[in-house]
């Protein structure tokens, strides 16, 4: 038996330790927050309640986390040649004609996006074959977009081409940078003032900023307002996630960590059909960040995290909420029982008044362990998941139906996911899931370049493995940390994510050095990961521990 399995009940205590203490007497010493939720229904209308009002709230996530695939595109785009008619024989030329003596022509024939001629260059309407010794000039008066597929992108509002492609680039970045420190603010503050008052702060915050950058009058304002929209934005699946984790009972921790995985797909999904039929940046910003207004007015029916109260010494508020859910569950023989007296044996903790912070995650040996092997796992996990998502070419499709292929793979991988983390357990899922992926990667570096059809499919399929051990994480990593820090725990963890995802881009720019350099390191990525997670604790069908404490002594 290896130190993480749960062994046999009559002879471990409840976190899997042989210490001659029998499962229920260490159950009824100390751990009776699964006990009340059993007798109140841990999985009834009320938890249903939490769950679709979160789904509502975390709609709008995966639409801003892709929304640089739209706002940010880039239209074919050539100089403009206005400045090249001097009223003579320019002006009576059709436009192809003037297309041809004002800008050369690429290899694949299209039209340079940066580069004109100096003057009009007539005669190559006679023979255009030999361009090569003719001078050009940078683009002089700006740049002509075509406005087929979009009516309006950033890139054609402020120029963002040619020399100033970087700062197009840089709204991605600039968005998941301010997504990083809110997760780490996001989780420290929800753990200090509770989920309910921090989870309608990320929705109003995150509301205004979004709304306000789709008005920017400027890139730097643009720029500014995106930063402050990731941040207060990542509050909502920091806290939404853990919120609903902490209210079920452990047989349906693993439905509501696949729900709030899906939610994630069906955004996705959704957010393509949204851009295909809003198609001006601004107005596409403002429709995917409306669906907020509907999770400001459901939030007066969110609960606040009985778990938390608790452990904080708010007994009589964790009452009111448990004797509201025992109501709500039809479960209001079991109210009587529902004393403060019986709620302050929970946990049982000398400090139950202190604030807890990022410090605590690395003050005690299991608990630097802990916080050390998750926050590998994530980043190994989002730089594999984005490096994969922003590498898949050779379908041959539109943007749209790009986005809603990519969105659909996720699906069966997630649904499988449901199934196994009660089969084969939580460890063994994550660490199965980033193998495979890891192995899919492998293969594309052997498949001959040719065979797009192949490393596409295999391509789509490491993308499956890749969402799988995303969902499995996340309900993986706010079972394995204790109430006090648990959203310490899932804001660092979603920094280290983010982190991930802010290196995966400058991954796939390694292809310079070696065309397959970027396959190799995602490949390295996904196996460490699995290597990583192996050595994590099973928490299949276990007690969500509730203080350091019993991390140290019963982990």
Not at 356 to 370: A, F
Request: aromatic residues 12%; hydrophobic residues 45%; proline residues 3%.
């Amino acid at each position: 038996m290896d130190q993480f399995s749960l062994g046999d009940p009559s002879t471990t205590d409840s976190w899997g330790h042989h210490n001659g203490k029998t499962f229920s007497t260490y159950w009824e010493a100390t751990m009776k927050f699964e006990n009340v939720l059993a007798d109140i229904n841990g999985f009834g209308r009320f938890q249903i309640m939490i769950i679709v009002i979160s789904f509502i709230g975390r709609f709008t996530l995966p639409c801003h986390f892709m929304l640089n695939n739209f706002v940010a595109a880039v239209p074919s785009h050539h100089c403009d040649i206005s400045s090249m008619d001097d009223g003579g024989l320019f002006g009576n030329l059709s436009h192809e004609e003037r297309l041809i003596v004002s800008i050369p022509v690429q290899r694949d024939g299209t039209p340079s996006s940066c580069q004109m001629f100096a003057g009009p260059q007539y005669h190559l309407l006679l023979n255009s074959s030999n361009i090569s010794e003719l001078p050009t000039v940078p683009c002089q008066t700006g740049w002509v977009y075509d406005n087929t597929t979009f009516k309006s992108t950033l890139t054609s509002e402020w120029d963002l081409v040619c020399d100033r492609r970087g700062k197009n680039k840089a709204t991605a970045t600039i968005f998941f940078i301010g997504v990083m420190f809110g997760a780490m603010t996001f989780g420290s503050l929800s753990d200090r003032f509770g989920r309910r008052i921090m989870l309608l702060v990320s929705y109003v915050s995150g509301m205004l900023f979004a709304v306000v950058s789709a008005f920017s009058t400027t890139y730097v304002m643009f720029a500014v307002l995106r930063f402050f929209t990731g941040f207060c934005i990542t509050g909502i699946v920091i806290v939404s996630s853990v919120l609903s984790v902490e209210w079920v009972d452990i047989e349906h921790r693993k439905l509501v960590g696949v729900i709030d995985s899906l939610s994630w797909t069906f955004g996705n999904t959704v957010f393509a059909l949204i851009a295909y039929f809003v198609n001006d940046w601004r107005w596409l910003i403002v429709s995917v960040t409306s669906p907020l207004i509907l999770a400001i007015i459901t939030w007066r029916w969110m609960p606040e995290s009985a778990r938390w109260l608790i452990a904080n010494g708010k007994l009589e508020q964790a009452q009111m909420y448990l004797k509201k859910c025992a109501k709500m569950n039809q479960a209001e023989k079991s109210v009587d029982k529902l004393k403060t007296e019986v709620l302050s044996t929970i946990v049982v903790t000398e400090k139950r008044d202190r604030a807890y912070s990022y410090l605590d995650l690395m003050r005690t040996p299991k608990m630097r362990k802990l916080a050390l092997c998750t926050g590998t796992v994530w980043f190994c996990v989002a730089t594999t998941f984005y490096g994969i998502s922003f590498n898949i070419t050779g379908f041959g499709l539109n943007i749209y139906l790009t986005q809603f292929t990519y969105a659909l793979i996720e699906l069966p991988a997630k649904v499988s996911v449901y199934f196994l983390l009660d089969k084969i357990g939580r460890r063994s899922t994550e660490v199965g899931a980033l193998l495979l992926a890891a192995i899919s990667l492998g293969i594309n570096i052997v498949v001959p370049k040719d065979m797009s059809v192949v490393r596409t499919v295999v391509a789509v399929i490491g993308k499956g493995f890749s969402s799988a051990s995303f969902g499995t994480i996340v309900l993986y990593s706010s079972e394995l940390y204790p109430t006090v820090v648990r959203q310490n725990g899932m804001g660092y963890n979603s920094f280290m994510a983010r982190l991930g995802v802010a290196v995966a881009p400058m991954i796939l720019l390694l292809d310079e050095v070696w065309k397959d350099l970027p396959q190799v390191v995602l490949c390295s990525a996904a196996v460490l990961g699995g290597l990583v997670a192996r050595t994590l604790a099973e928490t299949r069908k276990r007690c969500l521990p509730e203080t350091i404490e019993d991390v140290e002594e019963h982990w």
